[in-house]
């Protein structure tokens, strides 16, 4: 049955609280009166659909309800702090009255979620179960309660416990923890809280019983699993706000560090420019705080949150408010895969029997990521609630099947076309995918590559000879180990590149490809066990930038990195010299510097030739020694330290990773070597100096950082600190000479380059580079894209004998 929701009666003699239900309600028509008898009247005027009121005479006002509007939702405001509410709404229940209980305490946006839960839960689907099969499981107050299912829907059920139990045990509004149902031995539903709506005795023929009636939430969020972003840049603040109003995200504002009244601003706008915009609105209610005091705005835009600080300029008694736009936004996000809907061409299928009522169901894929998917349903004949759990099939476009486990994390309304009184209730179904196989996984990363922009395909089958014959032509230059000739490139550069960009999980080669062929390429590399390396773009020359063949192959191979789940660090690197990248990637940096999720460096890149024998030494050096577990602790205390805690876990730092023993083993399983070695020179009571030695098949990174040293000096004005860094260059360049490697390359700061250039390198260059955390992925893609789209109409550059970034 479909629920015409837009009759809204509320009760309450405090006219803030008036307010704040109303606004709580924005797409209902709310009638808002002080007392019990001037809602008679108006309900007699008018049959409402949900009527909100205090606990006080609830059982008098509930047989009112029942005679004029016998079919109404009723709710019931009452703090879980009040006796005497409490008291009367048991006695209430105890007669027979069916309705709801709200914590007073909420605030506005919980209350609006929560009273749009109950209308839907007042009007979706539900199924009565045969009590034996369907055994439920929650705890109440840590103590453990089993029952039987009477009835099953979307958002509630009805449970049977054993008699013995009062009704007063279960008071209305109560929190059942870690609700479970079971049919068969089987779980196929699990929600973490419950809430009771109503306790009452029952008699059947096996004597008295006490039912619950309980609801449970939509949604199933985790808590974020990083720490918030902050936003800082003024401009980028503003943009920001302005774009959340484009796309009519509904904007709260509440007194600071204060949720007990929360109003939704309607028909905010952005008025001014410069320094001192503004945001103008009509408040849902009156705010009681005063000009110039500090209020929280916030809003949700696309799967992330957004709150910050503003001040209050005008807050007049008929609603309107003007506040200043926040100093800082910070950012979280709530879904931890990006999804993408599939292009029509790359349908996918999903067949399962409905957990609930044993229906045999097909649905569309609305949009999907690696980790979940959503479809659609209908809640007035199906039942699907959030926490459900079930096996599936899924069709793939290439017409495979397949079978995974999905979980249910949220439903929500969709918006229908269909006339009001239909029976149609389109929800949305947001769903977790497990037990994929990796053919699978291919399959959805090929589709989502497709959807953000069909003229990009994955290069791993693409001969290398096109690819070598692209950067040559995009003028892109490379380490002195690989120059650029008449003849066909080094064949381990073509084995190492058909290994690695084959496997999916060590890294990604994507190619664009027009009507003129080949246009650009770019790959990314797993560097590190948690970090996504995008490296090697080039661009043919003559490709104007406004085509925006740079914004797709760099947009796409930061998204899938975060589409991998253990990725937790996306890493860039450039020339300083390089001026598209330095202006532009520079500037993306340093406006989103974020401390403890970003950081941004600076290296001079040293090269040394290596003949086929050692040159004797000049002067006698100290011991090197290899680095042991107690050098692993004193490397990752040292970095932490310096406040560099995200170069400690982007490049596997932490003491037990230092040997990359985990990372060794995921590249030897492809054939590919990737190690780490360290070497130590010792003072009195800690190292003088630490080198760490990359170690890979040549070809992994075409500049051979997996192939260079880095140095960490914790006092350079140490007397013996000079020597002990002399000691580990002439150490790391035997181990190259020993590993038969053609040179040996330092990426070194500029104190070092001093010593490295007396020791015999060539300052190729100074680099810069950038490692930011996934949480700030979308942000950067976001920007990213506003650079290129100023771009778009201007004049294209000449970028010929440029490099793109490494």
Known sequence: MNIPVRDVLVVHPNAGRRAALASALPSHRVVAVESKTEAAFKMAAATPVLIIAPPDDA????????????????VFLCSQSDPVGLAELMRSAAEGHVFSVLD????????????????????????????????????????????????????????????????AAFPPGSG????????????????????????????????????????????????????????????????????????????????????????????????????????????????????????????????????????LL??????????????????RNWRSLPRFKPVPSQRFLLSFQAPITGQPTTRPVLDMSVGGLSFAFDASREILPAGSRFGASLLLPDGRTTNCQLEVRSIQAMHSEAQPGADLRPFRAGVRLSELSSDVHAAILQSFISARCQAVSEGHELPFERIWQLMEEARYRFH?????????????????????????????????????????QIAALRIHSRTWLVQHLAVRPGVRRNEQVSYELSNLAVELGEVQQDIEFIRYSWRKDNRWPSRRIGWLARALETPGLSFLRHFAYMRMPLTSEAPPLARELPRVRDGVRTDFVWIELYLRDRGDLVRVLSEDLLTDEVDLGALRERYRAHGLHRNRRVFVVDGDYSPLAVALCEESTPGLNLLEKTNAFWLLVPNRNHPRAREAVQALIQRCVDHARERGRPS??????????????????ENLGRFSEWIFHRSMVRRVCELWRSVFERLGGAPAPDWSGEESIE
Not at 114 to 138: D, I, K, R
Not at 314 to 331: F, H, K, T
Not at 501 to 514: E, I, K, M, P
Request: with cysteine; proline share 8%.
């Open 59 to 74: 059982r008098l006002f509930l047989r009112q309800v029942a005679h004029v509007a016998p079919n109404a939702l009723r």
């Open 176 to 311: 059942l923890e870690g609700l479970s149902i079971e049919r068969a031995g089987q779980t196929i539903f699990q929600a973490p809280w419950a809430h009771v709506q109503r306790a009452q005795q029952v008699h059947d023929q096996f004597g008295p019983h006490l039912q619950l009636d309980v609801s449970w939430a939509t949604a199933m969020h985790p808590p974020p699993p990083a720490p918030g972003v902050t936003m800082e840049d003024p401009a980028e603040v503003q943009a920001t706000l302005r774009k959340a109003l484009r796309r009519d995200s509904i904007m709260w504002v509440q007194r600071a560090n204060d949720p007990s009244v929360q109003l939704r601003l309607e028909s905010p706008s952005v008025d001014g420019a410069g320094e001192m915009p503004v945001l103008r609105c009509q408040s849902s209610g009156l705010l009681e705080a005063g000009v110039g005091d500090e209020v929280d705005l916030f809003f949700e835009m696309g799967g992330q949150s957004y709150s910050g600080v503003s001040l």
């Open 744 to 761: 040996a390359i330092g990426l070194v700061d500029e104190e070092d380059i001093d010593v490295l250039t007396e020791a015999g390198f």
């Open 104 to 167: 007073e305490a909420l605030s506005g946006p919980e209350l609006g979620r929560t009273l749009a839960h109950l209308l839907q839960h007042f009007g979706s689907a539900s199924l009565t179960v045969g009590a034996a099969p369907y055994t439920a499981h929650f705890y109440l107050e840590e103590q453990a309660h089993v029952a039987q299912c009477l009835e099953i829907g979307n958002f509630g059920a009805s449970l049977l416990l054993p008699e013995g139990l009062s009704p």
């Open 480 to 520: 002195p180990d690989y120059p650029f000739n008449s003849e066909p490139p080094p064949a381990v550069l073509g084995d190492t590149h058909r290994k690695v960009y084959s496997t999916g999980d060590l890294g990604r080669c994507l190619v664009y490809t027009s009507d003129k062929g080949l246009q650009g």
């Open 314 to 331: 005008v807050n007049a008694p008929d609603g309107q408010m003007v506040v200043g736009l926040p100093r800082s936004l910070v950012i």
